[in-house]
């Protein structure tokens, strides 16, 4: 039977609000099975835009819900063979029938052994057609769809697209500027923080570190060795930093701001700061030993830890921001860097730093820091902490 206009009032309904795609889809799936449709199996897949990951496909099989993730660089050996790869060329529809062995698609063939009977995939014609996206349906029943089936299966896609589009754009969306500017920075410019000049005054642990010896070493090395190097180092510091609730807010060539920002009437997160210095310590000397094994130069790092107030919102020029954090807290803490560097330290922290966090730390004295009025007691973490 055709399409009834129900489907439409009923999709009308459902996709407004804040359901996620994978819901979304489940519901599709199960109200086409409610009007008659004999589905046994859909998948939706979907390009994205993400550093980390390729695509998403989210499946439905006989009620059943599964997402897989496909990093970037996965193996494509099934993709080259599949259903998928002909409807991302040719931005049409594929039907086959599964009444005979399909060795030249393994999809297919596993389908089939699966009890499948007919499997139709149809591009979903979204506005931006810079990354590909598909859904697929496959049935049990014998002799396979009907051509009504097939027409509305069409048309319900069609009328689906949009409602998934939306959804994709607002996680591509949101996954650049977490790439871009921070998960929690993100949050703030996607809620529509984009004044510029209006900065939000908060308190936090500040964490800066640098690499050492990285103006010779860029000097020294071919731009892919000192790239590849710089991202190693870059790992390190995130992989130790974001799982203790720090965020990433820039990198400054060879150095890393982030913080740590204290909750409403919640004490500073020093121990989460330290735990995050010195998981950089031990993943900086795992990744030497690495080093050392090919022959390459071995990093050196220092890492400074301060606290206090920093204005945290938009700078910049009218038509180009950056959502960063400025203040006298962060100045110091950089300057930090300047004495752990003379002093052969990898790990130091200000006095203000060791008041707030209520711990004893070895003490390196009291020095001058660059355009910072009057000394400043400086003490560090010994490396057997």
Known sequence: MALSDKFVDWLVATAVGDKTLPDLHRELCEKLVDLGIPLWRSSLGLELLNPEIEGSQFRWVAYEVKTLVMPRGYDTGEYTNSPAKIVDDTRKSYRRKLDKPADDMPLLEEL???????????????????????????????????????????????????????????????????????????????????????????????????????????????????????????????????????????????????????????????????????????????????????????????????????????????????????????NHTSRLLEVAKRRNRDIVVSESFVRAAGSEFPNLGYHSLRDVAGEQQVFYIAEEA
């Open 112 to 330: 089939r052994q699966s009890g499948a009977t007919d499997y139709f995939i149809t591009p979903f014609p979204f506005i931006d057609q810079q990354r590909t996206a598909h859904i697929s349906f496959a049935t049990q029943k014998q002799g396979g769809f009907s051509e009504d089936e097939i027409a509305d299966l069409t048309r319900a896609s069609l009328l689906f697209s949009p409602y998934a589009e939306r959804r994709v754009l607002k996680k591509i969306t949101f996954d650049l500027l977490t790439t871009y500017v921070g998960r929690r920075s993100a949050a703030k410019v996607y809620d529509g923080a984009i004044d510029r000049g209006k900065a939000e005054i908060i308190t936090a642990t500040i964490l800066i570190a640098d690499l050492r010896g990285f103006t010779r070493y860029s000097d020294t090395h071919q731009i892919d060795n000192v790239l590849s190097t710089l991202n190693d180092f870059f790992d390190a510091l995130v992989e130790a930093i974001e799982p203790h609730g720090g965020e990433v807010l820039k990198f400054i060539g060879d150095a890393v701001l982030a913080i740590f920002p204290a909750g409403d009437k919640q004490q500073l997160p020093c121990g989460p700061a330290i735990a995050a210095a010195l998981d950089t310590r031990r993943k900086i000397a795992k990744l030497n030993e690495e080093r050392a094994k090919a022959g390459r130069t071995l990093l050196r790092f220092g890492l400074a830890l301060n606290v206090g107030e920093i204005a945290y919102g938009n700078i910049g020029s009218r038509t180009r921001l950056d959502f960063t954090a400025i203040g006298p807290a962060i």
